[in-house]
């Protein structure tokens, strides 16, 4: 990372990329047209086996705000992400799909924020769903914090830690939003190697301070078959995203499958306990993290019972 301010973009965008040349020129085409043009756009492509590397090196002979970069072999999902961020020099920084879509004022109003309170870490957009037409559809899991008591932007650690625990498939709008640079460096793992790391990520950052949500929609989902999210349907399906590679079966398999489980709530604890927070918003935090284990073993027996179980 340079040295020098101001020879620093303001925003860095890095764009993780496999096989994404369906909708990636919508994408690239979104990030570019931002009406605030003090941005790099970093792409890293994991080792892609379609037309993404060509697409990817015309934009950038147009574009001197895009640096391309492109895997020997592809090292997963997670390292992908984290390569973008290790890769980007701005004071700010965003993730951006290569199938979503984002609004032309999204980093402007973003960093017009960040810049005048230095309480927010991040800054994201309301979410809407668009299909492979880009006709809108629904987001059953998003969330809006506009009108909640309990707000990430409460200048209150505990509350925000509260309320990212228990809506922890709340991750699409945040995830993708403008986020200090500088927070996003001093997590413990940045996206962590598990099958919630979105989610473990935003509840590091939300104990390092507040986030913001942008009342305007600025930033469109794309839901399609082909999403990573939607092929990962079952346990087993997230787990060999996570591990590059198939659980397998017996009873090798189960504890595979099981260890997230365990892994999160220590990355819980040591999330908690590493934080700058006083003592005893630690331990709020920790029994709150009790009452959502309570909760999820009670929603699992639950799916279970119903059969709808995620296990296969």
């Known amino acids: 990372m340079p040295a020098n301010d101001t020879t ?3 925003v860095s965008v890095g764009m993780p990329v496999y096989n994404g040349e369906r909708y990636l020129e919508e994408a690239l085409t979104s990030v570019l047209a931002q009406s605030f ?5 970093v792409i890293s492509d994991n080792a892609s086996t379609d037309r993404t590397g060509e697409i990817c090196r015309s934009y950038a002979a147009k574009d001197d705000r ?3 970069f492109t895997m020997a072999q592809n090292l997963g999902v997670i390292e992908n992400f984290n390569n973008v961020f290790h890769l980007s020099t701005g004071r700010y ?4 799909a290569a199938d979503d879509i984002c609004g032309p004022d999204y980093l402007g109003q973003a960093v017009d924020i960040l810049d005048r309170d230095p309480t927010v870490v991040l800054v994201w957009a309301r979410t809407v769903g668009i299909d492979g037409r880009g006709q809108p559809v629904a987001l059953p899991n998003e969330v809006s914090d506009l009108n909640s008591p309990h707000s990430v932007y409460s200048p209150d650690p505990v509350v925000r830690f509260r309320r990212l ?3 922890m498939w709340w991750v699409d709008g945040p995830f993708y939003g403008v986020m200090r640079s500088r927070a996003l460096a001093e997590t413990r793992w940045l996206h962590p190697p598990h099958i919630s790391g979105d989610q473990i990520l935003l509840t590091e950052l939300s104990l390092k301070g507040r986030f913001y949500e942008l009342p305007g929609e ?3 989902s794309r839901v399609h078959s082909h999403k990573t999210s939607r092929q990962q349907q079952s346990l087993r399906d997230r787990a060999a995203l996570v591990d590059q590679k198939a ?3 017996g009873p090798a398999s189960w504890w595979r499958l099981l260890r997230g489980y365990p892994q999160r709530l220590g990355m819980y604890t ?3 306990w590493g934080a700058r927070i006083s003592l005893i918003q630690k331990l709020a935090c920790q029994a709150e993290v009790g009452r959502t284990v309570a909760w999820w073993a009670w929603f699992r027996t639950r799916q279970v019972a119903s059969g709808a179980s995620p296990w296969r």
């Open 165 to 167: 625990i228990r809506n």
């Open 93 to 96: 920084f965003k993730w951006a």
């Open 218 to 220: 600025a930033f469109y």
């Open 247 to 249: 659980p397998g079966r």
């Open 8 to 10: 620093r973009p303001t």
């Open 270 to 272: 040591m999330i908690i």
């Open 66 to 68: 895009i640096r391309y």
């Open 37 to 41: 043009d003090d941005f790099e756009l």
